[in-house]
């Protein structure tokens, strides 16, 4: 993987990086994706990919929330609820689009890490991919990456 940790930087209005996230964002609430923004696509940017997972879920390999992929370059964000207008891989549920946060009760704070993949290819992956195949696919043309993790929890 060709990293170039620099410019690239994400953000969510939302909340802060290491914040919680409002219950809007979880099975707690409406359950809708939170909205993402971010700035320094490094040249050569073709398009951006983006997973969620959060690694505290008690599962092997944590739950993943969101895969999306297919961003164009000239893309700066996405608005809450959105990101249907781009290619949806398959989260932890085998279900297409953004799983909201729902840690079980007492089992403490989980994070959520939302990392954006800038791409020096659009690879025109087909939707519905999981989020490993996704990144054994963009693993050759990451030229940055960022990430922003929220936090969460049913205690």
């Known amino acids: 993987m060709k990293l170039n940790h620099g ?15 409002p219950d809007a964002h979880s099975a707690n609430g409406e359950g809708v994706s939170p909205e993402l923004s971010w700035s320094g696509v490094p040249d050569g940017t073709r398009s951006l990919a983006l997973i969620v997972e ?6 092997v390999g944590g739950f993943v929330h969101w895969v999306l992929y297919g961003i164009p370059a000239d893309v700066t964000s996405i608005p809450e609820g959105g990101g249907a207008e781009y290619r949806q ?12 946060a729902a840690p079980p009760p007492g089992h403490g ?32 043309h990451v030229i940055n990456q960022a990430r922003v993790v929220g936090t969460y929890s049913n205690d």
Not at 7 to 21: D, E, K, P
Not at 54 to 59: H, K, R, Y
């Open 109 to 140: 704070t989980h994070h959520y890490f939302f990392h954006l993949f800038a791409l020096d290819d659009d690879l025109d992956l087909p939707a519905g991919l999981a989020a490993r195949d996704v990144l054994d696919r963009i693993d050759p």
């Open 89 to 100: 891989g398959l989260n932890s549920r085998g279900e297409l689009g953004w799983r909201p």
């Open 7 to 21: 410019t690239l930087v994400v953000t969510s209005t939302a909340f802060s990086h290491g914040g919680r996230m």
């Open 54 to 59: 959060d690694p505290d879920a008690p599962l």
